[in-house]
């Protein structure tokens, strides 16, 4: 990984914690979770 691919990476995880702080108060993470675990339930029905 290049610096200029990882100043990337890092400038956009930056981004999308401000976006979630200033817009969704914090809770753009526990709704992705929350996503996340549905998926995996799901997943395990067609196992």
Known sequence: MTNKIA???AALIF??????VLVFGWD???FLGRRLL???EYLAFWR
Request: hydrophobic share 75%.
């Open 28 to 30: 753009l993470h526990i």
């Open 7 to 9: 100043i990337a990476l």
């Open 15 to 20: 981004a999308i914690l401000m976006l979630d």
């Open 38 to 40: 549905d998926l995996t």
